[in-house]
């Protein structure tokens, strides 16, 4: 059980390596780079969650579905034009925000301490 903790917690400190990287990459190339941004964390979530089902260590249900979501939002940002869809303005910082005090609102397995 403490074998599967510790790993979670590596994968864990991995997403978030990733996700700063991911982050800090982007801001260092010139231009839009919303979708791209977008695309990449929602991989780096649902990355995060398929490298625990494979591990047999129980997926977390909200970064699953916000990585879904994200990516969804990713590729919509991305193919605006492709698919003919008027441009819209969304503030992201009070959306992660919002995400993240949800997160936390709503206790679920991460609150649990199982021995």
Same mark, same amino acid.
Do not use: C, H
């Given at each position: 059980?403490?074998? /599967?903790?510790?790993?979670?917690?590596?994968?864990?400190?991995?997403?978030?390596?990733?996700?700063?990287?991911?982050?800090? $990459?982007?801001? =260092? $190339?010139?231009?839009?780079?919303? *979708?791209? *941004? /977008?695309?990449?964390?929602?991989?780096?979530?649902?990355?995060?969650?398929? *490298?625990?089902?494979?591990?047999? $260590?129980?997926?977390?249900?909200?970064?699953?579905?916000?990585? *879904?979501?994200? =990516?969804? &939002?990713?590729?919509?940002? =991305?193919?605006?034009?492709?698919?003919?869809?008027?441009?819209?303005?969304?503030? =992201?910082?009070? $959306?992660?925000?919002?995400?993240?005090?949800?997160?936390? &609102?709503?206790?679920?397995?991460?609150?649990?301490?199982?021995?």
């Amino acid at each position: 059980m403490d074998d /599967l903790k510790t790993l979670d917690k590596r994968y864990e400190a991995l997403t978030w390596g990733v996700g700063f990287l991911w982050i800090g $990459i982007l801001g =260092l $190339i010139p231009g839009d780079q919303n *979708g791209l *941004g /977008l695309l990449g964390v929602g991989l780096i979530l649902l990355g995060l969650n398929l *490298g625990r089902s494979l591990s047999k $260590i129980p997926i977390n249900g909200y970064s699953t579905a916000l990585g *879904g979501l994200v =990516l969804i &939002l990713g590729l919509v940002v =991305l193919l605006r034009s492709a698919l003919r869809l008027p441009q819209f303005e969304l503030d =992201l910082f009070p $959306i992660v925000l919002v995400a993240i005090g949800l997160y936390f &609102l709503f206790p679920g397995q991460k609150w649990t301490d199982n021995r």
